[in-house]
């Protein structure tokens, strides 16, 4: 069973960054995909960005230009470095990975962003 867990929430000022950490234990195989997405209160869950096991990445529109995933080879561990943050990006971020036909989701970390 995978597990997801997530780290580096925090409160930040508008401007400032911060750095999401999603760690996957109980596989020795490589993710498929791994996606982040947030949910603000009273908002439904979107999507910000995705990496594939290639490394190839997507991101919203939202998050185009500030925000950055990216993933430890030797581990299965997925970035989200979050820059110029604003506070609609408050949010609870939560890690989603597929392995095969399975998929697995992180409890979320906390984001908040002051103005």
């Known amino acids: 069973q995978v597990q997801l867990v997530e780290s580096g929430g925090g409160l930040v000022q508008a401007g400032g960054s911060l750095r999401l950490s999603c760690a996957a234990s109980?596989?020795?195989?490589?993710?498929?995909?791994m996606s982040w997405h947030r949910q603000a209160p009273g908002k439904q869950r979107e999507l910000v960005g995705n990496?594939?096991?290639?490394?190839?990445?997507t991101y919203s529109d939202s998050v185009k230009g500030r925000f950055t995933i990216s993933g430890d080879n030797t581990q299965n561990t997925v970035y989200l470095q979050m820059n110029s943050l604003k506070p609609e990006d408050t949010a609870v971020y939560y890690c989603?990975?597929?392995?095969?036909?399975?998929?697995?989701w992180g409890r979320g970390t906390q984001v908040t962003v002051s103005s």
């Open positions: 990496i594939s096991r290639d490394g190839i990445t």
């Open positions: 989603r990975g597929r392995w095969g036909l399975s998929i697995y």
């Open positions: 109980g596989s020795s195989r490589r993710f498929n995909t």
